[in-house]
C-alpha cells in the first residue's frame, strides 16, 4: 500500500477505528516513520477518549462541560489536520504526544 494512504488512513482512523488501525499499521508498516505516526495517533486516541471520559463524569458537576467542549473539537480538528497534511505529503505531530515519541 501507498505510504501516503497508509499515512491518511492511521489519520483518519479516529472516526471509525481509533485503537484498531493504528495497532494494525506498527505490525504491517515496514518504515519507522510511518510506525511512530501509528503510535503516535493511537496515544492521541487513547489519552484524548480518557480526557473525554473524565470530562463526561464531571460534567454532572458542570466543571467539566468546557473541557468536555475543549477535548471534543481538539479530538475532530487534530485528526482532520493530519489527513489533509497526509495528503500534501507533509510531516505532522500530534500535540504534546509527538514530542513524547520523537524524543
Known amino acids: 500500500m501507498d505510504q501516503k494512504v497508509m499515512n491518511i488512513l492511521i489519520h483518519a482512523s479516529a472516526f471509525f477505528a481509533p485503537i484498531l488501525i493504528p495497532v494494525i499499521m506498527v505490525?504491517?508498516?515496514?518504515?519507522?516513520?510511518?510506525k511512530y505516526l501509528a503510535i503516535e495517533a493511537l496515544l492521541f486516541h487513547l489519552i484524548l477518549s480518557a480526557l473525554l471520559t473524565v470530562s463526561a463524569i464531571l460534567?454532572?458537576?458542570?466543571?467539566g462541560i468546557p473541557f468536555l467542549i475543549l477535548f471534543g473539537i481538539v479530538y475532530l480538528v487534530y485528526p482532520i489536520k493530519g489527513?489533509?497534511?497526509?495528503?500534501?505529503?507533509?510531516?505532522?505531530?500530534?500535540?504534546?504526544?509527538?514530542?513524547w515519541i520523537s524524543g
Open 27 to 34: 505490525f504491517i508498516s515496514d518504515r519507522s516513520e510511518q
Open 59 to 63: 460534567s454532572f458537576l458542570l466543571i
Open 83 to 99: 489527513i489533509l497534511y497526509a495528503a500534501k505529503e507533509k510531516e505532522f505531530h500530534y500535540p504534546i504526544i509527538g514530542r
